[in-house]
């Protein structure tokens, strides 16, 4: 009886659990450094700021809004949500106006 090639076991279902408010929204403007340790991604996440100073004029700083550090894997599913939200920014016109101010996927 000749060996039946094996096939790989379908992946387990995605469960995603709403944790409702107790998830941090993170705001940034810029990625103010990355790199890796220990094979995994390092981002340091910054925000513009504006502060005011005595003269009338204004500074402008970064500061640190998060730090995100992850797997290679988990920063391939990130860039690949980031790259489908872009085009989803990428629409005409038209048909954005016919949706909702947001929408998610």
Known sequence: MADQPTKPPPP?????????ASAPL????????????????????????LVPKPDGST????????RLRCTANA???????LDAALKMLEQPEAKTMAIAASKLN
Do not use: H, Q, W
């Open 26 to 49: 993170v705001y940034f403007d810029i990625i103010g450094a990355y790199g890796t340790m220990n094979g995994s991604i390092e981002m340091e996440l910054a925000t513009r700021i």
């Open 12 to 20: 387990a279902p995605l469960i995603y659990e709403d944790t409702g």
């Open 75 to 81: 920063a391939t599913n990130l860039r690949n949500g």
């Open 59 to 66: 500074e402008v700083k970064f500061i640190s809004t998060g």
